[in-house]
């Protein structure tokens, strides 16, 4: 069973929640740029790539340990990487400070994993492929705070939302609630000023921000604006 996640079911439920893609930072001036948005931060997500799993290649445990010093806000490492480390990977990333933990239902190892994320004590979270059905995580539900719906390709940022994406979102709201679990639904790439509310009526509890974030001339109003966009599901 997972274990109790005290800080995410804390988080407001009537409201779209703001995650920051550490990925979209000034990454050479993490630090400044951490500084500059925290206040307006619900939840840091940081991706983690291995160049096998997904194409890109992003953050390590050394850099999430530099970042948990800057923060006190919940910081949720998203890995896409390969079975072959994912346990590994669990392990020190939960060493270097995560509060949650997502792994990729395409893993074959995605049990095991998050039998490994609950006996750290962390809330576990699932994330889904363009390509993988929304059904593929409704054996899951049990075991987890919150299923990621990808929008775009994985491991590429800058991309347009992908138009299977809204859909996808509103079928997983409807299994989550059938299945009568307590899991949000975020949704990841592709987010942009037009996709938001698209996204948001579809039933997205949270949204993974990158430029949208950081490259924002008033964030404080931006921020304010995502998380007034309504809901009527
Ligand atoms: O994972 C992703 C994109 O797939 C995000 O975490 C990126 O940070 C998104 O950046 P933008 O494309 O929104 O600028």
């Known amino acids: 069973m997972k274990p109790a996640s005290g800080w995410f079911d804390a988080l407001p439920k009537d409201r779209l929640l703001a995650e920051f893609s550490l990925w979209s930072a000034d990454l050479a001036r993490v630090a400044d740029d951490v500084a500059r948005v925290d206040a307006h931060v619900d939840i840091y997500h940081v991706d983690v790539a291995d160049g096998h799993f997904s194409p890109a290649l992003l953050y390590f445990p050394d850099l999430l340990a530099a970042v948990r010093k800057l923060t006190k806000k919940p910081l949720h490492v998203h890995l896409m990487v390969d079975d072959r480390i994912l346990l590994a990977q669990i392990e020190q990333f939960a060493e270097a400070g995560a509060d949650l933990i997502s792994i990729h239902a395409e893993n074959d190892n995605v049990g095991a994993g998050l039998d490994l994320i609950h006996s750290l004590d962390l809330p576990a979270g699932v994330v889904l492929q363009l390509g993988t059905p929304v059904e593929a995580a409704e054996d899951l539900l049990p075991r987890i705070s919150l299923l990621t719906l990808l929008g775009t390709r994985i491991g590429v940022k800058g991309q347009g939302l992908d138009p299977e994406a809204p859909g996808r979102i509103a079928a997983a709201r409807r299994l989550v609630a ?30 993974v921000m990158g430029s949208l974030a950081f ?8 921020i304010g604006w995502v998380h007034a966009q309504p809901y009527s599901g």
């Open 178 to 207: 059938t299945s009568g679990f307590s899991v949000r639904v975020a949704a990841d790439g592709g987010i942009r000023e037009h996709t938001v509310p698209q996204l948001r009526a579809s039933g997205a509890e949270t949204i």
């Open 215 to 222: 490259g924002a001339p008033d964030l404080a109003a931006r």
